[in-house]
């Protein structure tokens, strides 16, 4: 007998004290989600001749004529400028075509050139000795006149003289003048800084208060701007945990709403998202990603069209994402200042515990002795009979 009673205090004590502290745990999921439009840029690439002629009725052997030439870079990229000069004498037909007579001696057009800002090279070139800048013209022009030999001949009496300077250029981004056989130690020029941006920034607030993405003159793709077919380029993008709770971060892509632009250009824009140009995202020192920008699989390593894990982020802590671009150099001169859009949507992760006590009737004076858990004590009465009645109704049967 008391063994059984023990027992049923045993069990009496257990049910009430669990009644005491009764409740429910429950884990509720939240997430916080941030996006943003990432633009990338092809260049405008346009540099021209600028020259200041007036032409001459007649020139007499010996007498100078003004004739200035200078280059003007008229698109948005920064260039390497290098120009041929060819000279000859001949006549013009009537709808002004001129016919060269090649038994009559160019260098009798004698032209002074700049030495200070430009040289000449055995390819039979003038390179300018300085990258210029977009927007921006020679500092000093090739040559400003021209000049005929005073020892010139009857031959030439009547003839016209001609002078066609043609231009090349190449980008100053990366090894551009390579394709011309030349180095920049060889053109007395001063490489070209990476065109790299300062870095961008994703941060997270908290789960009320999501994202903040940090861009006052742009998006996160800041360094994919004025691109070239065959450029390379890397933007970092720190991610910020602001909050006081540590949290998982995604990130994945979409489709954007491109600008208006004609059907052809949407078609461009869509080949160079979708094929031409390729980013590797490297966190820490994990590829998380590397195919086409727009995210699309075509045989990317990954897909952004589903969440990416960027890890837990610590309160307070900072992480940097590498994105590295390269453009296909078989594009061609149709993609030139084009622009297309990605959006990038980064989305916090997380789940709340939450307590949620059990509600019970008003107490009656029955309740307030027992802890106000009636049922738990009846319960337990009942549970404490049956403990003190079962070893006799076992002997019964034996």
């Known amino acids: 007998m008391k063994k059984g009673t023990i027992k049923t205090t045993a069990a009496f004590l257990a049910v009430t004290g669990m009644c005491a502290s009764m409740g429910i745990m429950a884990l509720a999921a939240w997430q916080a989600v941030g996006d943003t439009d990432n633009i990338l840029t092809m260049a405008s690439y346009q540099n021209r001749i600028e020259e200041e002629y007036v032409v001459p009725d007649h020139v007499d052997p010996g007498a100078e004529v003004d004739k200035i030439v200078n280059v003007k870079n008229t698109g948005t990229v920064d260039t390497i400028i290098r120009v041929s000069v060819e000279k000859a004498f001949g006549t013009r037909n009537k709808d002004g075509t001129f016919v060269k007579e090649g038994d009559l001696e160019p260098d009798m057009i004698q032209i002074t050139y700049n030495t200070t800002s430009w040289q000449e090279k055995k390819d039979g070139f003038f390179y300018y000795k300085d990258i210029l800048k977009a927007g921006e013209m020679t500092k000093e022009p090739l040559f400003t006149s021209f000049t ?69 003159k742009t998006d996160l793709f800041a360094s994919f701007k004025n691109l070239l077919p065959g450029c390379s380029r890397t933007q970092r993008i720190y991610i910020k945990n602001d909050s006081d709770e540590t949290v998982e971060i995604f990130l994945r892509a979409d489709c954007a709403r491109q600008k208006e632009m004609s059907d052809k250009q949407l078609r461009l824009v869509k080949q160079m998202l979708e094929e031409y140009a390729l980013i590797e995202i490297i966190h820490g020192e994990e590829t998380i990603y590397e195919g086409p920008v727009s995210g699309n699989l075509n045989g990317a390593r990954h897909t952004m069209k589903n969440d990416i894990s960027l890890g837990a982020f610590i309160p307070h802590n900072t992480e940097e994402l590498k994105v590295k671009l390269s453009l296909d150099p078989a594009m061609d001169n149709e993609f030139l200042e084009l622009s297309g859009k990605v959006k990038w949507i980064f989305t916090a992760k997380g789940e709340d515990r939450e307590t949620i006590s059990t509600v019970y009737p008003e107490k009656t004076g029955l309740q307030e002795v027992f802890g ?18 079962w070893p006799g109704r076992k002997k019964a049967h034996v």
């Open 148 to 216: 005929l030999s005073p020892g010139i001949g009857d031959a030439y009496e009547g003839k016209d003289a001609q002078i066609v300077v043609r231009m090349e250029s190449v980008q100053a981004e990366g090894d551009a003048v390579s394709l011309w056989g030349m180095t920049y130690s060889e053109l007395d020029i001063q490489a070209p800084e990476g065109a790299d941006a300062a870095p961008t920034c994703v941060t997270y607030l908290g789960k009320s208060e999501g994202f903040d993405i940090a861009a006052e």
């Open 372 to 389: 106000g858990c009636v049922w738990v004590f009846l319960l337990s009465l009942l549970l404490g009979i049956s403990l003190l009645i």
